[in-house]
């Protein structure tokens, strides 16, 4: 079955780092571009970045430079998005999705981690 | 950044309806423009990409046509599993963007 698998929900304090990650099956993984986007409560989506399985290479939008990192263990055909200094603008669900190109259209998405940000 | 834009945020509209929805682009994308459904708690779904091709396993109801910066999503008989949340998002370039969404009700 293709499917992208996300670890479960996260609960943080302002401050902290999350590190969600999403397990791919049922494809090559490094075939294809693993996208990062969030969504905060009744908003759109949001863009973080891209990581190319294959190269490692990675390409991050410009509000979460500095802040994310995007890697993976092709030995699991996971990735991995790594969150720092996490504010409670960061409280949103997390989706890894699927792409063939930096960008592209997103056929394939997890399930999407929860990720809450309290004192 | 491109800015992406949908018209109505919200519609109202009965089984067997005709829904258009709008979105349009801050600048010509030309035809990379993609549409997903998200229903409450879920993973928005793809329905249609570059503009106006269907996604594999999508009723043939959903259509998507437009280009350069004009983009509508037609459902041509709305049923009762389409009352959900649609996005469109642009793929010209990165960063990719998302419209804000149109909220299907009953």
């Known amino acids: 079955q293709v499917q992208l698998v996300q670890s479960g929900a996260e609960v943080k304090k302002p401050g902290a780092s999350v590190k969600v990650s999403c397990k791919a099956s049922g494809y090559t993984f490094s075939d294809h571009y693993v996208h990062w986007v969030r969504q905060a409560p009744g908003q759109g989506p949001e863009w973080m970045g891209w990581m190319n399985p294959n190269s490692g290479g990675t390409h991050y939008a410009q509000q979460f430079r500095g802040r994310v990192t995007l890697t993976r263990d092709t030995s699991v055909s996971t990735a991995y998005m790594d969150l720092r200094r996490l504010t409670s603008d960061d409280a949103a669900v997390y989706y890894c999705?699927?792409?063939?190109?930096?960008?592209?259209?997103?056929?394939?998405w997890g399930q999407g981690t929860m990720v809450t940000v309290s004192s | 950044d491109i800015q992406m834009t949908q018209s109505p945020s919200s519609l109202s509209a009965f089984v067997g309806d005709r829904v258009t929805i709008t979105c349009r682009a801050s600048?010509?994308?030309?035809?990379?423009l993609n549409w997903y459904q998200q229903k409450p708690g879920k993973a928005p779904k793809l329905l249609i990409y570059s503009a106006s091709s269907m996604q594999s396993g999508v009723p043939s109801r959903f259509s998507g046509s437009g280009s350069g910066t004009d983009f509508t999503l037609t459902i041509s008989s709305l049923q009762p599993e389409d009352f959900a949340t649609y996005f469109c998002q642009q793929s010209d370039g990165t960063p990719l963007t998302f419209g804000g969404g149109t909220r299907v009700e009953i």
């Open positions: 999705a699927r792409g063939d190109t930096p960008h592209d259209f997103l056929d394939l």
């Open positions: 600048q010509s994308i030309s035809h990379y």
